[in-house]
């Protein structure tokens, strides 16, 4: 077993009983949706430098799921079903999606019948504007366009998940 060294700071707030947040996930609900912050950003085999890059991500917005923490790290899954741990410097709060499927409608309203605004490609990110509770369907922003999408036709919601 190593043998870990800690710093004098480190050890005195143990035996003072106070809480060291370096050891701590944030206490955020997981799984829980992110983007990615960086334009850049390497995927690893753990949480932490020593371990190796798996994938480099090099799309800035691409909508993340955290399923796991480690300290500073966050276990991460893609929409393709990618594991592996970023550091959390590498992500964002701010909620985004990623059409998946085939060719999806943008509506103007939250129906079936409504106008199309525009045609999306799967593979495309857009920003999650809200979810309205009770709803199938999802206000987003994609490509300056504002509309509706079903929850099924992109990934980066839960099936019952409200945004506001």
């Known amino acids: 077993m190593p043998v870990v060294k800690i710093g004098l700071a480190v050890a005195l707030m143990a035996l003072a009983g106070q809480p060291s947040t370096a050891a701590e996930g944030t ?71 990623i059409i998946n499927g085939s060719v999806r409608t943008l509506r103007q309203s939250a129906d079936a019948d409504a106008d199309s605004l525009a045609r999306v490609e799967p593979g495309v990110v857009g920003k999650l504007i809200n979810c309205p509770d009770g709803s199938s369907w999802c206000q987003v922003e994609v490509e300056g366009f504002k509309g509706w999408l079903r929850k099924v036709e992109f990934w980066g919601v839960y099936p019952t998940e409200v945004v506001r």
């Open 27 to 97: 206490g955020l609900p997981l799984p829980r949706f992110v983007s990615l912050h960086a334009g850049q950003a390497n995927l690893r085999t753990g949480p932490g430098l020593q371990y190796p890059v798996e994938w480099v991500y090099q799309r800035k917005h691409l909508p993340l799921e955290i399923v796991a923490e480690h300290r500073t790290w966050r276990k991460i899954r893609d929409w393709q079903g990618t594991q592996g741990w970023l550091h959390q410097n590498m992500l964002d709060g701010s909620r985004t999606i």
